[in-house]
C-alpha cells in the first residue's frame, strides 16, 4: 500500500494532467477549432478586461461591438458567449462544456503569463459554471 500512496498515485496524477494539457494543446481540426474559438477569445477578452479595471463588459450589443471591433468576430457570438459568461444557469449542458474548455485555454494562457489575477478570475468562473 505504501508503493501505491507514495509511487503510483503522484505518476498517476502527473499523466493526467499531462494529458489535459496536451488536449489543450494538440492541433485540432478546422471544425474544432472554429467551435472552441470564440468561446475562448471571448473568455480571455472578459479576463482581461475585469482585471484590468475596465467594468463596462456585459452581454449586450455595446460590448459586443467592442469586441468585435479588436477580434472581427460577429456581434451575435460574442454577444451569445458574454451571455454565456455572465449568466450560467441558462446553459445547457453542451454550452457549459464549450465553456469550462475555453477557460481551461484561456487559463493556460495566463499562466504561461503568469497573470494571477486572470487566473483567479478564470478559476471563479468556472467554479460558477461547474455550480449552476
Not at 505518476?11 to 489535459?20: F, G
Not at 468561446?39 to 463596462?56: C, D, H, N, Q
Request: proline share 5%; hydrophobic share 40%; charged share 25%.
Amino acid at each position: 500500500m505504501p508503493f501505491f500512496s507514495s509511487a503510483f498515485l503522484p505518476q498517476l496524477e502527473t499523466l493526467i494532467a499531462n494529458h489535459k494539457l496536451a488536449q489543450i494543446e494538440t492541433p485540432q481540426t478546422k471544425s474544432a477549432k472554429t467551435q472552441s474559438k470564440i468561446p475562448t477569445l471571448t473568455v480571455t477578452l472578459y479576463a482581461l478586461f475585469k482585471t484590468a479595471g475596465v467594468e463596462r463588459n456585459a452581454s449586450d450589443a455595446f460590448s459586443a461591438q467592442m469586441i468585435n471591433k479588436l477580434t472581427g468576430v460577429d456581434n451575435d457570438s460574442v454577444n451569445e458567449n458574454l451571455r454565456r459568461i455572465i449568466h450560467p444557469k441558462t446553459l445547457t449542458p453542451k454550452e457549459r462544456a464549450e465553456m469550462v474548455k475555453g477557460i481551461a485555454v484561456a487559463k493556460v494562457y495566463f499562466e504561461k503569463l503568469s497573470h494571477s489575477p486572470a487566473i483567479k478570475l478564470l478559476d471563479g468562473l468556472e467554479m460558477k459554471l461547474r455550480g449552476a
